[in-house]
């Protein structure tokens, strides 16, 4: 069939261009869609309910620690974006400025929130006055605008969406807790929802957030051997407190600063999903976040009892899974293809000699196995599928990781892993910013972090040979 | 206790100043802080809080409906903006614009939405070509930045909160129904969550969205006597289809263009709450909205068993209730002011005598009846309790407006009524746009709508004294 074709034949092979490989998905899953505005995208129907599915775990699991969403302007003042140095530095040159309102110009330019940290911080210095009022663990779910110079779906847009955390405390131990905890979630979220296994590290200096004392990253591998960072949590200690003055008396009724954090993840998780598990057929959306679960498909949907009991088996199922009946007049093969395309984790196919034997075939996204299965037995076989799938599909992905995680001891060996061997490198490192800006003028990979989990791959920098202070995950990211 | 009259003091009486009493409760209340933007609010959890469960219930209502959500970009180019001439025109004299972004200045500037309509149609024109990809019937929620004069809390912000529906069909009929099916959700959510009944119907040609055939409202009277427009929906015909080349090849293979829908609610809403049900305690919040629903408040809490017995409490009624405990250091009766502050719909007193004696004491937030209940009818009684609160808060809002709405025959009676007695007036009108300038010139009163439910109230226009073509509600209007 002719369309049928130009649905597969419109996806290039990953092995032959993973970037348009992964441009093709998103478009032909019908995911986003370019705007006007250059480096913008449109979230389309199939991309935004992703976003959704993940707003409201992540949002519940927040919840569970005491988190409240607030909401703060869009628009910063320029002498507030400035107050912290480092920030300032940091963000200034990538924002866009509104210097016009209605028909008169300003007197002082407003920018779009990159990030909302002054913000907090401002909001803070006039609501924190006493121990009392501590902590404070906000969060909000909105879009920021970086005014970036290449963009790409998902991974890199002038503006996302994200959710933003920003905490303060009484005390340098409390805000420690809470960065680390709420990388805990997030990565706990990639693997358990999004089967997609973290490393989890902290940022060397040079990567670090502008104004951070410590920024924590959860780290994650692409199909293609890049690095995706995915989430990030930042311990600011008192640097934003004394800057913006926020201080509160503690119970001696001595004033002190607060210590505070931040912490984000983006729309660009969406593009970690489509690159670790996406195949030439599509995307492959793990079953615990999938916005559809379960397509039912009808074969030969004009023969009487067909259509009324993929309806029946739509009204079974929904109580416990996410389920549609594509009842478009499109063929059956064009349906496969687009539930493929579209990453819906399992089809249903039913035709009337199924009908007639009691059983439908239930054929899995990722493998592609087809399993007959009886109506009886229907809802329990799909969740024991899908249970399965989902655990595979992490399984799957961990595998990739860690046969493409490569140790280098010296500089040789570790600019030909770089060159030849797509994917994590694990290597000591000095700790001096010299060998990290060596490292990435010569490979261009960069410290992706300092894992938690520490091993002494070997006693020297794999740059410079002088002592090592910690290993390090090196890679193209990005 | 001197912190109880500082909390109460801290209002003004609405009788004394209306106004002032609307800001200091939406402070106190803590819903909002300003910001360091004019005429930007930020949403604090008490006030979010609240949105997050509008959102809540109207997407799940509009998702039956058939709803998708959508994410838009934040940014308009200056010339897509200006492709509907009557929606510039309404809409550029009020926008911000961006003219820098990073350190370049920008070739074309852009705006911040204002609203989405030149967006979603332009998105339309690429992805509508057959009438099988009709209807679309997108919706997302995001923010707006609209440049305000005068601002104030929730009803006029320079940003504020809001869902947008846009809707493309196959015929004018489609658009029309959905139009007014819109409508409808807001009116019937207004009245069964938020406690407000509405008056449903057409504004006239002079108060309709820019760039619209019709616009639909739904106005609500506040304790003041003023009007509030709560949600419009606009129908607007092949208008926007025209400018922007919207169209689909029909079942017979002929070009035609599409019929558009946009509908919208905003965060306003929570100032027609605000004053609607507010008393001089501050808030009233309906049940079925308010973020805690249950305060309970522990007396004597030092004593033994009393924190158990209220956490006891919260236990068994939270799988039914959004409760939560007052454990903090204040006393009693700071809690309650703080309690009916924020307008919780009821608290529920705890202490050693009532533990004793196996019973708790439901005090309603609205008319302060005090119910002793015995521990064992708790959840039955609480289910009750909230139910009718529920109901005799509309009825209430009800009986206001309605006593507050009257009917003027002639101009002279017209003037008297909207200068000494606060509320709707129901008056014909002829249906020329000169009278509606002239009430508005002599009385400030505008055309609120032309309900759907017509009465016909005199023969003639109350202005100019000509034959009547409809009835309308007139009222000074927020």
């Known amino acids: 069939m002719a369309n049928e074709k130009k649905l597969v034949e419109a996806i290039t092979s990953m092995e032959e261009d993973f970037a348009q490989w992964y441009t093709d998905v998103v478009k032909k899953a019908e995911l986003i869609d370019y705007a006007s505005v250059r480096g913008c995208m449109i979230l389309r129907p199939n991309g935004y309910a992703i976003w959704e599915n993940i707003q409201k775990v992540l949002d519940a699991k927040f919840k569970e620690t005491g988190v409240e969403n607030v909401y703060m302007p869009l628009l910063i003042p320029e002498s507030l974006l400035q107050r912290e140095k480092d920030h300032v530095e940091g963000f200034a040159p990538e924002v866009a400025w509104v210097t016009q309102g209605g028909l008169e110009p300003l007197t002082e330019k407003l920018c779009i929130r990159p990030t909302s940290?002054?913000?907090?911080?401002?909001?803070?210095?006039?609501?924190?006055?006493?121990?009392?009022?501590?902590?404070?663990?906000?969060?909000?779910?909105?879009?920021?605008?970086?005014?970036?110079?290449?963009?790409?779906?998902?991974?890199?847009?002038?503006?996302?969406?994200?959710?933003?955390?920003?905490?303060?405390?009484?005390?340098?131990?409390?805000?420690?807790?809470?960065?680390?905890?709420?990388?805990?979630?997030?990565?706990?979220?990639?693997?358990?929802?999004?089967?997609?296994?973290?490393?989890?590290?902290?940022?060397?200096?040079?990567?670090?957030?502008?104004?951070?004392?410590?920024?924590?990253?959860?780290?994650?591998?692409?199909?293609?051997?890049?690095?995706?960072?995915?989430?990030?949590?930042?311990?600011?200690?008192?640097?934003?407190?004394?800057?913006?003055?926020?201080?509160?008396?503690?119970?001696?009724?001595?004033?002190?600063?607060?210590?505070?954090?931040?912490?984000?993840?983006?729309?660009?998780?969406?593009?970690?999903?489509?690159?670790?598990?996406?195949?030439?057929?599509?995307?492959?959306?793990?079953?615990?976040?999938?916005?559809?679960?379960?397509?039912?498909?009808?074969?030969?949907?004009?023969?009487?009892?067909?259509?009324?009991?993929?309806?029946?088996?739509?009204?079974?199922?929904?109580?416990?899974?996410?389920?549609?009946?594509?009842?478009?007049?499109?063929?059956?093969?064009?349906?496969?293809?687009?539930?493929?395309?579209?990453?819906?984790?399992?089809r249903i196919e039913l035709g009337p000699k199924d009908i007639e034997a009691n059983q439908a075939v239930i054929v899995r996204r990722d493998t592609r196995e087809k399993i007959i299965v009886s109506f009886d037995e229907l809802e329990v076989k799909l969740d024991e599928i899908l249970k399965t799938m989902q655990k595979e599909m992490l399984e799957r992905a961990r595998t990739h990781r860690d046969a493409h995680t490569y140790v280098a001891t010296n500089f040789e060996e570790f600019k030909d892993t770089i060159q030849n061997k797509p994917g994590f490198v694990k290597a000591m490192w000095c700790g001096d910013v010299a060998c990290e800006d060596k490292i990435k003028e010569e490979t261009s990979a960069t410290s992706r972090c300092m894992p938690f989990e520490q091993e002494e791959v070997a006693k020297t920098c794999v740059c410079c040979g002088k002592p090592a202070k910690s290993m390090v995950y090196w890679g193209k990211a990005y």
């Open 117 to 346: 940290e002054t913000l907090f911080c401002d909001f803070y210095s006039n609501i924190i006055q006493s121990h009392r009022d501590l902590p404070k663990v906000y969060n909000q779910w909105c879009s920021v605008v970086r005014w970036e110079k290449t963009t790409r779906p998902f991974l890199r847009t002038m503006e996302f969406l994200w959710q933003e955390g920003h905490t303060a405390h009484a005390t340098a131990i409390e805000a420690e807790e809470r960065t680390v905890q709420m990388l805990n979630i997030y990565a706990d979220f990639c693997e358990n929802y999004l089967a997609i296994p973290m490393v989890k590290g902290r940022k060397t200096d040079k990567e670090k957030f502008a104004g951070a004392h410590a920024t924590y990253t959860i780290e994650a591998l692409m199909h293609d051997g890049k690095a995706l960072q995915s989430g990030t949590s930042h311990n600011f200690g008192d640097g934003f407190a004394k800057a913006f003055n926020i201080q509160y008396t503690d119970k001696e009724n001595k004033l002190q600063y607060v210590h505070q954090t931040s912490w984000g993840l983006t729309t660009r998780i969406i593009g970690a999903i489509i690159m670790v598990h996406g195949d030439n057929s599509g995307l492959v959306l793990p079953p615990m976040i999938a916005p559809t679960q379960v397509m039912v498909v009808p074969i030969a949907q004009h023969k009487e009892g067909v259509l009324d009991k993929a309806y029946e088996l739509k009204k079974t199922l929904e109580s416990n899974f996410r389920v549609k009946v594509d009842d478009s007049d499109k063929s059956p093969g064009w349906k496969f293809s687009e539930q493929e395309m579209r990453g819906i984790p399992v």
